[in-house]
């Protein structure tokens, strides 16, 4: 019998570790209806997690245009980020994951903080395709990031987009 392909990315060892992580935060946040409480509880999970998160957090959507930040981990964030402005605006705007190397390469990257070197950027979308936050983690670290990264980032959004569909907090 024929096994089935396994990508390179089912044996990446950060693939242990998000998985304890994602299973923590699901048990951390079960019943969990505080869209707040939720941002903040991921983002410390996250960033004590893997020592390359040099910067976790959320930048929520209060607008169809602006996002501003929200509970995070690390130095200071941008206060406002509108949705035409960098690479947590451009993941706002085009609801796509950003994924970023090397944010000297990126034409209208924000530089927050003047340390960061990469950065991942996921939009928290409900089903309905509403935007809630986008999910920032940036790296002091060259090229920091591996498409397990943005995997598994992925699918924790998108459970946060399907579990708080309904919040009225932004």
């Known amino acids: 019998m024929t096994q089935p392909a396994v990508s390179p990315a089912q044996h990446h060892p950060r693939l242990t570790v998000y998985t304890d992580v994602l299973d923590r935060i699901d048990a951390l946040l079960e019943g969990e209806t505080d869209w707040i409480a939720a941002m903040a509880t991921v983002s410390c999970e996250l960033h004590h997690t893997f020592d390359y998160f040099d910067w976790t957090g959320f930048y929520r959507a209060v607008s169809d245009d602006l996002l501003v930040v929200g509970p995070y981990q690390g130095g200071h964030g941008c206060l406002r980020i509108p949705f035409d402005r960098g690479v947590c ?6 609801r796509t994951t950003q994924f970023v190397p090397d944010v000297h390469d990126a034409e209208d990257h924000i530089a927050c903080s003047s340390t960061t070197q ?13 935007l809630l936050a986008v999910l920032d983690v940036d790296s002091d670290t060259l090229d920091a990031f591996s498409e397990v990264d943005r995997d598994m980032l992925e699918r924790l959004a998108d459970t946060l ?8 907090q932004r």
């Open 89 to 94: 605006g451009a993941a706002a705007r085009t």
């Open 161 to 168: 987009g399907r579990q708080f569909a309904d919040t009225r």
């Open 118 to 130: 990469s950065e991942v950027v996921v939009p928290v979308l409900t089903p309905d395709d509403t």
